[in-house]
């Protein structure tokens, strides 16, 4: 399933709602742990964790993005920059699992967006079977989504053109 896109005052967001079979403590240490980010997300890095930290994204040929927290709450929310956009993680316990909500706001659509889009949507489902020790063909699945967020984002009157 999709995340829901939504038109806001200040642009959109794209918010992806996730049940995964495992408690929040797991869930939250493949959001902070650099061992276990790095599965899910080749050069994102967790620098300093906390209110008053950050992240680091390796853009290659040895440039780095800083990241900074805006919003942290261990064990249940993390929040920081992306760019232009925003990204925010929030775990809640749910049964014996952990309910994972993920929004990514986008002052801005542009060509980029739904590519961006769709690559949350398979790192979620990378971070899934990260969890349920199976493994993901990253390519294939981001192939698989990209052209369904794109038709998505055209439904919505956006012109890529």
Request: net charge negative.
């Amino acid at each position: 399933m999709t995340a829901e896109i939504t038109k806001n005052p200040t642009g959109y967001t794209a918010t992806f709602d996730r049940y995964f079979e495992h408690s929040p403590d797991r869930v939250w240490q493949l959001l902070t742990d650099n061992h276990k980010i790095h599965r899910w997300f080749s050069g994102l890095q967790m620098e300093e964790e906390g209110e008053s930290g950050h992240l680091t994204l390796d853009m290659g040929h040895g440039k780095k993005k800083e990241l900074p927290i805006t919003e942290y709450k261990k064990g249940e929310v993390l929040a920081y920059e992306w760019g232009e956009d925003h990204v925010r993680f929030e775990l809640s316990p749910d049964g014996q699992g952990t309910r994972v909500k993920m929004a990514e706001t986008l002052p801005d659509i542009t060509s980029e967006t739904p590519k961006d889009v769709a690559g949350w949507h398979v790192a979620l489902d990378i971070m899934e079977a990260i969890l349920d020790g199976h493994g993901i063909e990253r390519s294939s699945e981001w192939e698989r989504w990209y052209p369904e967020y794109k038709r998505l984002f055209e439904s919505m009157g956006v012109d890529f053109a």
